[in-house]
């Protein structure tokens, strides 16, 4: 096998790029929604159980076409067929941004997941045509950390782009519904104004006798619906109060954090502040003082930026078609030496992409008992890890009430910390293919990783600060990409010509495990939020992951059984 020469042309890099940038579009679209989901909660007036089914609704979808546009791509060529998934996903994002309820976002994020399911697979089918052998490690790991930018980027980049479509000219005033809870912020409200605490009592000294009416209605009615006369007429007069009043007093706000753009409004000079910042201030600190109860103002940003990731996918699509080629050997930019240095150390058959394969080698798969051992481990590796990009947000909200901006922040930190592990996976994973054996350089660095993140999950036990959680939370994200790349480049050990097919295997199970940890986080942690429950669930997934992958061995090749081969054994 040569060694990496300086060559005439550097196409795959440009290739592997392309199908990085691809993978960043495809977790900022997957995973916007888990962090804008409180906002669409409160619109649509959805409950916990409802949001559990759409966030593992697009897992089901992923996983169960993960095998059919893997094999896809290797029958009619990646570039076709990527393209075509991008332009699907990016259309499904753009339609989210429409839904007006429950069934329409389960129908999107259905089709989103079935749009998606091909990338990773044909992505796994570009690296094994386009990279040496000696690389496949470190492009496995280009594109996989793509996607972990993509997620790492989500939170900030999704509550940035929230807030930029609520800008300070449109109306702060409350609407009909925007209370979403009357009857608990009636009770707190009362309850304050009775402690005489001033911002309640400044509010309540200046509404009618019909508004104060309608708070002591709401106490003794906990079912009180929304969108009745005598709510607007609460509302229209709470509106002008807070159009036109100061109610923030320092005090008072001791134990609450505002969100940033509270924080801002805080340092401007009364004297010089507009009606527009003075209404958003207060607007602001009464749904700090209500949390629960009060429909966010910035969350009406949501729809506006699920258009805007989907035309950016768009954009994505057109870049990928002009970049990519289905092999080295289709591309007019690719040099001889280039070439040259792709294939060297390949089996004949696997330098000639003219052939179209069969159908999908279902006998050849299921009769794979490593192929079943890494399964298993990301089933269970998803059901720990996703963690992070479903609940997170809701956990730091609610354990350690962390504002907006700044959970956007640690959630990103978290994320970003696993472009670092997998960076390192790939480079670990050649490194120790050269010195050790092809065997243990793709087991030791998932197993290893797996009981590390174990381990971290059951710090989280114990009563830490929510830095010190973000901290075991980025240890969790390390681990996790860190086995990565291992097992992108034992599925390209073992696939052949049916890379696509058997990589989309993989993730189908992998991705089921993902569908099933939404609701199981539910049922683990309850009605309550016993956030412990989650992390001890987390912690043994990871440790059944770790045990499963010690048994991997990628010198059992995908044996798939030809036409001429069914016909010799006939003879």
């Given at each position: ?45 959805l409950?916990d ?66 749009s998606?399911a ?42 940035f ?71 607007e ?14 109610l923030y ?45 009060v ?23 057109a ?50 008992k ?52 997998t ?25 290893i990783?797996?009981?590390t ?24 994200a ?59 669930t ?17 010198a ?16």
């Open positions: 096998m040569a060694s990496v020469e300086p060559t005439k042309s550097y196409v795959r890099y440009r290739v592997i790029f392309a199908c990085m940038l691809m993978a960043i579009l495809l977790y900022l679209d997957r995973f916007c929604i888990s962090f804008a989901e409180v906002f669409i909660k409160d619109e649509l007036g409950t159980h409802q949001i559990g089914i759409l966030l593992g609704s697009f897992f089901v979808s992923y996983a169960l076409c993960q095998v059919p546009s893997g094999w896809f791509s290797d029958r009619f060529g990646a570039r076709k067929m990527l393209t075509l998934y991008i332009l699907m996903w990016s259309l499904f994002t753009a339609m989210t941004g429409f839904a007006t309820g429950f069934i329409m976002l389960l129908i999107f994020r259905l089709g989103f997941g079935l998606q091909g990338a990773y697979p044909t992505s796994a089918n570009i690296v094994s045509k386009w990279m040496p052998l000696t690389e496949r490690g470190f492009a496995s790991s280009m594109v996989t950390v793509g996607g972990r930018i993509g997620g790492a980027l989500a939170p900030v980049l999704t509550a782009l929230i807030i930029l479509f609520v800008p300070m000219s449109e109306s702060s005033d409350l609407k009909s519904g925007d209370i979403m809870n009357p009857h608990n912020l009636a009770e707190t409200f009362l309850e304050r104004v009775n402690e005489k605490q001033e911002f309640e009592t400044k509010i309540y000294e200046q509404l009618t006798p019909g508004d104060r009416a309608y708070l002591k209605v709401a106490v003794d009615d906990p079912d009180m619906k929304t969108g009745t006369a005598e709510e007429e609460f509302i229209a007069k709470l509106n002008s109060i807070l159009q036109k009043e100061s007093h320092p005090q008072e706000y001791a134990g609450l954090k505002l969100n940033q753009q509270a924080e801002q409004l805080l340092n401007v000079n009364p004297g010089e502040m507009s009606l527009e910042q003075s209404s958003r201030l207060n607007r602001l600190l009464f749904e700090a003082r209500y949390y629960s109860d429909r966010k103002v910035q969350g009406k940003g949501w729809r506006k930026m699920m258009m805007t990731y989907g035309v950016v996918g768009i954009l994505i699509a870049m990928f078609w002009w970049v990519i080629r289905d092999y080295p050997r289709a591309h007019p930019s690719c040099s001889k030496q280039e070439l040259e240095l792709i294939e060297d150390g390949r089996l004949e058959e696997d330098k000639d992409h003219s052939k179209q394969i069969g159908g999908i080698p279902f006998k050849a798969i299921t009769a794979n490593s192929l079943w051992l890494l399964s298993l481990s990301q089933f269970c590796t998803n059901v720990g890890w996703l963690f992070l990009v479903t609940w997170l947000p809701r956990y730091l909200d609610e354990a350690y009430q962390v504002p907006l901006e700044e959970r956007g922040k640690m959630i990103t930190i978290a994320l970003a910390v696993g472009w670092f592990g960076l390192s996976g790939g480079k670990v994973t050649d490194w120790l293919m050269k010195r050790i054996s092809l065997r243990w350089s793709r087991v030791l660095p998932i197993a990783s797996r009981f993140a174990m381990a971290a999950y059951l710090v989280c036990l114990l009563e830490i600060s929510p830095w010190t959680a973000v901290v075991m939370f980025s240890i969790v390390f681990s996790t990409d860190f086995g990565s790349p291992a097992m992108w480049a034992f599925n390209q050990d073992i696939a052949g010509k049916h890379v696509g097919s058997v990589l989309g295997w993989g993730n189908m199970w992998g991705n089921l495990g993902a569908a099933v940890a939404p609701s199981l986080m539910i049922a683990v942690i309850g009605e309550e939020h016993h956030w412990n429950m989650a992390f001890v987390c912690a043994i997934a990871f440790l059944i992951a770790g045990v499963a992958s010690l048994w991997v061995d990628p059992q090749t995908l044996v798939v059984e030809t036409d001429e081969d069914e016909e010799i054994k006939e003879t």
